[in-house]
């Protein structure tokens, strides 16, 4: 299957800072990149999808400038979590696809721990 | 977000025995259905799809069934192995949109 890379799989920052994390598709172009964040023993919750070069869309309840997110290329996009604070610490996972009627490849994810 | 945050339900089964992991998704206008296996602190795997025309489909010791009467996949996984422990979940898709909405998800302890 195609692989999704997303960087870093987990980072620890001090609350206030910002953290940005990337996805790439490695070896598809992908149109679309989608944003999840993943709590303990819970299911992924969609925060936001990316659409190359156009302004992402946000789930209800997910502040758009909090999490703000870039998608500059079709391989590229970038989720920054602004002023972090500890109750931002999550998984945070995206996945890629090509087109609307395929699979989504998901990357590793990354583990964010606010202090 | 879409997506209900609850805590995972859990199926325990013996190595060998067959599993039958259950979902119920949520919008009828949903075409394509995928089933992913999650292991701790990893990202998502694919494990089989269906498209709304059918209503199963067989994989490698994996077989997906959709009812769209009740809205409702499972996933049936023969000769469970200890690899297999992990949270699945499944997936719905409306491909006349992009999003991915996840179900709940199920843990799979497999004991051997």
């Known amino acids: 299957g195609a692989v999704v890379s997303q960087h870093p799989s987990w980072v620890i920052c001090k609350s206030g800072t910002s953290v940005k994390i990337e996805c790439r598709s490695l070896d598809f172009q992908a149109t679309t990149m989608f944003w999840y964040r993943q709590f303990p023993k819970q299911s992924l919750m969609l925060m936001a999808t990316?659409?190359?070069?156009?302004?992402?869309?946000?789930e209800q309840g997910v502040e758009k400038d909090k999490f703000l997110i870039n998608h500059a290329s079709l391989t590229l996009s970038t989720l920054t979590v602004t002023s972090a604070h500890p109750e931002d610490s999550s998984f945070y996972i995206c996945s890629a696809r090509q087109g609307a009627d395929t699979e989504a490849f998901f990357g590793q994810g990354t583990r964010l721990t606010v202090v | 977000g879409e997506s209900v945050g609850l805590h995972l339900p859990t199926l325990s089964v013996q190595e060998g025995d067959n599993s039958i992991i259950n979902c119920a998704y949520s919008n009828s206008a949903s075409d394509y259905f995928i089933w992913y296996k999650q292991e701790s602190g990893k990202g998502p795997q694919f494990i089989i799809d269906i498209r709304s025309n059918m209503d199963k489909r067989q994989g490698q010791r994996v077989t997906v069934l959709l009812n769209k009467t009740v809205k409702h996949l499972s996933l049936q996984i023969a000769a469970t192995q200890p690899g297999d422990s992990a949270v699945y979940f499944c997936?719905?898709?409306?491909?006349?949109?992009?999003?991915?909405?996840f179900g709940a998800g199920t843990r799979l302890f497999v004991k051997a």
């Open positions: 997936a719905e898709i409306y491909t006349g949109g992009f999003k991915t909405i």
């Open positions: 990316s659409n190359e070069g156009s302004k992402a869309t946000y």
